[in-house]
């Protein structure tokens, strides 16, 4: 919540404080480029961040002097509403903000078919970013996307290692490992590996689970029962492709988290990089530990997967920092923290992850059309003509 309300003061600064370039003169005329809005832009979020996801896709928009159709995922509509009457309180004329709760297949489908909706922004699975980036270059409509990650987070020998086990838990397990940027494949030098492992795997059993209304709890349930089960066959799965389950690996006993869809965080290893395990998105708390022997082996495996979205490095060399973090096909890089978040830095994913970029100052002029008008100043005819 803190979040989202941060992006909407963010974009209203900006918005004040944009200004479009005036170019040199470069013939008896003056020349500008003026940013006008599109028109009707689509937005659609997803259920894992949706208040924060969209405050970054409707403030910009709005600043921008668009109106916003919204369409949130179908199991957390409610908080989009509830956004949606603080924008009309707040002054927004009702029709600038629209939200369109309902089945992706049925109600976004419709918003990015639609002919009025001139651009959409879109933050969810890669195969429905496939869909609708199909969809998009039919109507030659600009589209940006954030999709899905199996992000890496690497660990070199000469890191501070307490520091490297909080960060990475925290990236892998917070949020019940429910994010597109989870550190999910988790590379150790050899050399330190079952040291590394034992303090992670430690960590991860001393996590409390719990319902998100207790202040104590660090890994809630997961969204749905559906998607718990889901989660639990694709370790299941794990298991069968011959991985080691270093803890976790299944629902916990105590009997007052009956209730909820809980799964315990997992650790596994055991498995090569190409593994389904390794190479598909879980989104739930599961990690894959991986070992690694010098630095260009670990690019090459780090970079070997169809995703490019995050990924962390622990390191005190910061010469070693900057080179291996230049060489990582990633939209967002780490370097001894992990999912720290600024409104005003862009956010973007390679490859499978997405096209475009979310977030940043210059996020109000993606959701333009850029008009360039030339003023003639010579009062003389054009000599072609005369």
Known sequence: MGSAAGTFRFYAAALETTETPLPPQRGPYLTMSVPEPIGVVGAITPWNSPIASDAQKVAPALAAGNAVLL?????TPLVSLALARLVVEAGVPPALFSVLPGKGSVVGDAIVRHPAVGKVSFTGGTDTGRAI????????????SE???KSPTIVFDDADLDQAVAGILFGIFSSSGQ????????????RIYAEFVER??????????????DPASQVGPLATFAHRDRVAALVDRAREEGANVLCGGGIPDDPELARGAYYLPTLLDGLPNDARTCQEEIFGPVGVVLPFRDEEELIARANDTIFGLACGIWTRDYRRAWRVARRIDAGTVWINTYKQFSIATPFSGMKASGVGTDKGRDAILRYTRQKSLYWG?????LPWAT
């Open 133 to 144: 980036g199909r969809l998009a270059a039919a109507k030659f409509m600009p589209l940006t």
């Open 200 to 213: 992670l795997v430690a960590g991860a059993r001393r996590l409390r689970v719990g319902p998100g209304t």
């Open 147 to 149: 999709l899905g990650g």
């Open 179 to 190: 994010s597109c940027i989870a550190g999910s494949r988790i590379f150790v030098p050899e």
């Open 71 to 75: 369409k949130p995922a179908e199991a």
């Open 377 to 381: 100043l010579d009062e003389a005819p």
